[in-house]
């Protein structure tokens, strides 16, 4: 399983605040709030919790280090199911299914393919 892991932690946290960014812009900018407010908030608020929770996991990226990387990867992990989840508890359609499905998947994967033991500088 370690040969698909090759991404460090520091482009995980790279990764992290982008996915936040789209998580919190993309529902705006494509008006999410239209077909369902509740599409649209709950990406926005798994945006601003993938921020705060970022910025305190212990790895290059973070003002705090309170919360241990292999945490923050089960943190990830469950938001990613969640994601998988959520088109199909609360009957998001089209393009806003597409959205959680896509994010769920990525994360997951991302999750499946990040080294916790590659350092800031990519030595083990």
Aim: charged content about 10%; proline content about 2%; hydrophobic content about 65%.
């Amino acid at each position: 399983m370690d040969s698909i892991r090759f991404i460090s932690s520091s482009l995980h946290g790279m990764l992290d605040y982008a996915a936040a960014v789209v998580l919190i812009a993309v529902p705006l900018m494509l008006n999410f709030q239209a077909t369902s407010a509740l599409a649209l908030w709950l990406s926005v608020l798994a945006g601003v919790l993938l921020v705060a929770y970022s910025l305190i996991t212990d790895y290059g990226l973070s003002v705090v280090k309170l919360i241990p990387f292999n945490v923050h990867l089960i943190l990830d992990a469950l938001a990613g199911v969640a994601f998988l989840i959520a088109p199909f508890l609360f009957g998001f359609e089209g393009l806003i299914r597409w959205f959680y499905l896509a994010n769920g998947l990525i994360v997951l994967l991302l999750v499946l393919t990040t080294d916790a033991r590659i350092s800031r500088v990519g030595v083990r």
